[in-house]
């Protein structure tokens, strides 16, 4: 009986030094590292399109909003000019000791002669006990999913 309560005595302040991580992880993500691609597509059907991929890659839309609400440098200075900052879920994904959180922001900016811009920002954040790391880089899945948005808007 004293083994056992030394090893709970022991165990008890661990899992609770293991289970007091918090992470904040921004709606909005700053251009540490964009992914930029011109689409020769009109804006609604690369909107469309990015809605599609962002589905099939399991990630799910949160919010739609107008980007000049967040960056004063993307307001078009036509007033016909679309633009549009989609941000997506968090998803986590569980690590041996911590947790792994995803998010991206995908800025579309409708371009001259049906042309739309595309900027994908990737953020994660690994979280272990008592630290957090910040990744701005994914090029593999976001090569793939512009590549996805080429296919889907008619390219």
């Known amino acids: 009986m004293r083994a056992g309560m030394k090893k709970f005595l022991l165990g008890t302040p661990l899992l ?19 992914y930029s691609k011109k689409l020769y597509a ?3 059907k690369v909107l469309e399109a990015t809605q599609q991929a962002l589905k099939e890659s399991g990630w799910q839309v949160a919010k739609t909003t107008d980007p000049a609400i967040f960056e004063r440098n993307k307001t078009p200075l036509d007033p016909q000019e679309r633009g549009a900052l989609l941000f997506t879920e968090i998803r986590q994904t569980s690590l ?13 900016s409708a371009g001259p002669d ?6 994908v920002r ?34």
Do not use: W
């Not at 030094?17 to 709606?27: D, H, K, Q």
């Not at 041996?96 to 998010?103: K, Q, T, V, W």
């Open 16 to 34: 609770f030094c293991l289970g007091c991580a918090s992470v904040m992880i921004p709606n909005y993500i700053h251009e540490e590292h964009p």
């Open 42 to 44: 009109d804006f609604d």
């Open 96 to 108: 041996f000791l911590g947790s792994r959180y995803a998010r991206m922001n995908i800025y579309l």
């Open 114 to 119: 049906k042309t739309t811009d595309v900027e």
């Open 122 to 155: 990737y953020l994660t954040v690994t979280s272990v006990p008592f630290k957090s790391f910040y990744n701005y880089r994914n090029d593999r899945f976001v090569q793939k999913l512009l590549t996805r948005l080429e296919v889907l808007s008619g390219q």
